[in-house]
């Protein structure tokens, strides 16, 4: 059998994962926030933020170059974020988050982190929250919608968002986030050739920046589009290599186009930077196709272990397609 044909007939196993983390993602909840400066700008650098749940560890993941993180996957609950300090300026940061959706939907809730400094340690006065800040082209004009555009993207509020995303471009025609952020929103409403667009206009702008490369990947790996995926997220990598969330979309990319071995490389990192909770189910996935059901096994017991927070009847169903991989095992003894 090819590896094409191994990857259009799944065993009953994966049929379990794939219903089990698909209805997961489809009734839990999101949080998302910024790690900010008591100045209100972002950190040089990326931050390790940590979600945590009755003091057990949910999620981990980095800040982007805007500050900004985001958590999927979630059930209603009162969990801490922790955002870890840099030993110099800040300190190690704890705040409360409440995730308090009700109803069927899924729901996207925003708490951001506003850093404590270390004593002795000032920042700057001005608050700057654009990527453009040292940009002396940038107007006032355009840094002011950019940030209630940024706000309104926060609050889950797309088409205003889009609208104050257009006038800091009427402003500032070459500004790349504003061209990346209005991607974006364009790509939560699906309106997917305007997104494109956008990300392509950021590019020509900016082409050695990564942000736009990795937003088009990611829109296409939804799309399933995966063979179309992979140039801009490798590209995107070329240009960055700390993020964890290219080598996520990249990895189920190149597993679902017959690529193994980039996708486990790619899987791997993702974890090794992020721990995002998905690359152990994307893992799975993928020694499940390769015939390894012991490693699939591995992965699945170290999601569940993972994710305390998950519905009883989530884990029943992965404990399922446990068993099935189980018997595959002893079925080769």
């Known amino acids: ?74 059930n209603r609950g009162r969990y801490q974020l922790v955002a870890d300090g840099d030993g110099e300026t800040f300190e190690t940061t704890q705040t409360d988050a409440e995730v308090l959706g009700f109803g069927a939907g899924s729901q996207t809730f925003t708490q951001n982190i506003q850093l404590r400094l270390k004593a002795g340690k000032a920042v700057a006065t001005a608050a700057v929250t654009s990527v453009e800040a040292l940009d002396p082209n940038l107007p006032p004009r355009a840094r002011e919608q950019y940030e209630k555009g940024l706000k309104q993207s926060r609050d889950n509020n797309p088409e205003k968002a889009i609208k104050l995303f257009e006038e800091a471009l009427t402003a500032y025609p070459q500004f790349y986030s504003a061209h990346v952020a209005v991607a974006e929103q364009y790509a939560k409403l699906k309106r997917d050739q305007e997104a494109v667009a956008a990300y392509q206009k950021a590019i020509e702008i900016k082409p050695d920046r990564a942000p736009a490369y990795v ?33 996520l979309f990249l990895g189920l990319a190149e597993m679902m186009t017959a690529d193994y071995q980039a996708a486990e490389a790619s899987l791997l990192r993702s974890y090794e930077i992020g721990k995002p909770a998905l690359a152990r189910i994307y893992l799975a996935n993928l020694y499940e196709l390769k015939g390894e059901p012991e490693k699939a096994i591995q992965q699945l017991k170290a999601f569940l272990a993972e994710s305390p927070n998950l519905p009883d009847e989530r884990r029943v169903e992965l404990g399922q397609a446990i068993d099935k991989l189980k018997k595959r095992v002893d079925a080769k003894k």
């Not at 960055?240 to 969330?245: G, N, P, R, Y």
């Open 1 to 74: 059998m090819s590896k094409g044909a191994s990857i259009r007939i799944a065993s009953l196993a994966f049929a379990i994962l794939l219903a089990a983390t698909t209805s997961l993602g489809q009734a839990a909840h999101s949080l998302q926030g910024r790690v900010v400066l008591p100045n209100g700008s972002q950190p040089p650098n990326p931050v390790r933020v940590t979600l945590t749940f009755s003091g057990k560890r949910v999620h981990e993941t980095f800040t982007d170059l805007s500050g900004r993180f985001f958590f999927s996957g979630l």
């Open 215 to 247: 937003g088009i990947g990611v829109m296409l790996v939804r799309q399933k589009r995966y063979p179309e995926a992979i140039p801009p997220l490798r590209r995107s990598l070329e240009l960055d290599k700390l993020s964890s969330t290219p080598y």
